[in-house]
């Protein structure tokens, strides 16, 4: 049984930051990719950053890039997503999955395990 618990959204303003953690459980790092979504009012959820397990390689959606950082703490079996330069347009409910295979990449139907989401505010 896979388990993805999400933490740390809140409400902040506009140029300020948020680190997000996943907590993750059930070998769920055997699997090969990791990932967070997002999903805005109103919109589709998209992915926003990828974290390829077995060669800690990453992709960024363009919308998040130089702005947005995944990362991996195997030991403590936590993925992070360090978002700084937050702007209104991110606000959005951000969910951490997780997929076996490959690519590391792909919309949220192309992933098995959810966590529940954290809402991440970003205010003008």
């Known amino acids: 049984q896979v388990t993805l618990v999400e933490s740390g959204g809140e409400s902040v303003q506009a140029g300020g930051s948020l680190r997000l953690s996943c907590s993750a459980s059930?070998?769920?790092?055997?699997?090969?990719?990791m990932a967070w979504f997002r999903q805005g009012p109103g919109k589709e959820r998209e992915g926003v950053a990828f974290?390829?397990?077995?060669?800690?390689?990453?992709l960024y959606d363009e919308s998040v890039k130089g702005r947005f950082t995944i990362s991996q703490d195997n030991d403590k079996n936590m993925l992070y997503l360090q978002m700084n330069s937050l702007k209104p347009e991110d606000t959005a409910m951000y969910y951490c999955?997780?997929?076996?295979?490959?690519?590391?990449?792909?919309?949220?139907?192309?992933?098995?395990?959810w966590g529940q989401g954290t809402q991440v505010t970003v205010s003008s």
């Open positions: 999955a997780a997929r076996e295979g490959v690519p590391c990449m792909g919309s949220s139907q192309d992933f098995t395990y």
């Open positions: 059930g070998y769920v790092f055997n699997r090969n990719c």
């Open positions: 974290f390829y397990i077995p060669n800690s390689g990453t």
